[in-house]
């Protein structure tokens, strides 16, 4: 009887530490959402060296309109001032740098007047592209680590049970 529940407790945290391992892949992190508070860009997402236009609307006509671009390290890009069109919309543009690491962020920060007189802010947010299709990046442990650990995990158990059964088997030749 004990050795049954020796047997049965060894199977099952065999299975749960396979399962932890397995489950580990499932942190793997991935960008935040993006802001968009009026403000676009194109591309959303852009490559190293592309040229990015950022559009906006809702400024008063004829009005500045100040913007800056900073990357996710807080280095400014670019920045300046534009004027609002008759319609109250602005544009310009920056260049991503031609070192920017894919998942680099780029935020574009607008302010100016809205067409009712109040102060106004708007932002952005692109993302550098991912890495070419054919060349993915790495979004956790390798699987080759987690088989190895896994066939441990399960040689250990087998050993354990193997080593169980030659104990019980000695204790039932040493009755009889």
Same mark, same amino acid.
Do not use: R
């Given at each position: 009887m004990i050795s049954t529940v020796r047997r049965s407790s060894t199977v099952v945290l065999a299975l749960l530490a396979m399962l932890m391992l397995f489950a580990a892949p499932s942190f793997a992190q991935y960008p935040p959402a993006q802001a968009n508070n009026g403000a676009s860009s194109q591309p959303e997402n852009p490559r190293p060296g592309d040229i990015v236009t950022v559009t906006s609307g809702g400024f008063m006509p004829?009005? @500045?309109?100040?913007? *800056?671009? #900073?990357?996710? %390290?807080? !280095?400014? +890009? %670019?920045?300046g001032t534009t004027t609002a069109d008759a319609d109250g919309n602005v544009s310009f543009t920056y260049q991503v740098p031609t070192d920017a690491p894919d998942g680099r962020s780029y935020g574009s920060v607008?302010?100016? &007047?809205? *067409?009712?007189? @109040?102060?106004? #802010? &708007?932002?952005?947010?692109? &993302?550098?592209?991912?890495?070419?299709?054919?060349?993915?990046?790495? &979004?956790? @442990?390798?699987?080759? %680590?987690?088989? +190895? +650990? !896994?066939?441990?995990?399960?040689?250990?158990?087998?050993?354990?049970v193997v080593a169980g059964r030659k104990k019980n088997d000695t204790k039932v030749d040493a009755t009889v």
């Open positions: 004829g009005s @500045s309109v100040n913007y *800056t671009v #900073t990357d996710s %390290t807080g !280095a400014v +890009i %670019t920045s607008l302010s100016g &007047t809205a *067409t009712n007189g @109040s102060p106004y #802010t &708007t932002s952005d947010i692109s &993302t550098v592209a991912p890495a070419p299709p054919g060349e993915l990046p790495s &979004t956790g @442990s390798s699987s080759m %680590t987690l088989g +190895i +650990i !896994a066939g441990a995990v399960l040689l250990g158990g087998g050993l354990l």
